[in-house]
Nanobody
Framework: QVQLVESGGGLVQAGGSLRLSCAAS????????MGWYRQAPGKQRELVAA???????NYADSVKGRATISRDNAKNTVYLQMNSLKPEDTAVYYC???????????WGQGTQVTVSS
């Protein structure tokens, strides 16, 4: 069992930056793939970025060049740095964990990111 707690969301102006954090507890964090997903009102949840246990990353096309996912295994934490934020980045951002990037089965409660124009 893994428990995930996101933080760092908030209201930011377009062009600004945020760093989201996801603190994990439970099984050894280093063995898990981690991902950030987001869900905007009326839309499906979509992948933003993911990182494997080995540190390989992938990003949605919509955030490439603006987002960086990283992990600190010593702190059991995964981060999502978002720069040059756009109003269309507004969503609830969820942190997920699983044995594979394509099979995240533990989720946090989400953190709201609102980007004003």
């Amino acid at each position: 069992q893994v428990q995930l707690v996101e933080s760092g969301g908030g209201l930011v102006q377009a062009g600004g930056s945020l760093r989201l954090s996801c603190a994990a507890s439970g099984r050894p964090f280093s063995s898990y793939a981690m991902g950030w997903y987001r869900q905007a009102p009326g839309k499906q949840r979509e992948l933003v970025a993911a990182i494997t246990s080995g540190g390989s990353t992938n990003y949605a096309d919509s955030v490439k060049g603006r987002a960086t996912i990283s992990r600190d295994n010593a702190k059991n934490t995964v981060y999502l740095q978002m720069n040059s934020l756009k109003p269309e980045d507004t969503a609830v951002y969820y942190c997920g964990a699983g044995l594979r990037v394509g099979a995240l089965n533990y989720w946090g409660q989400g953190t709201q990111v609102t980007v004003s124009s």
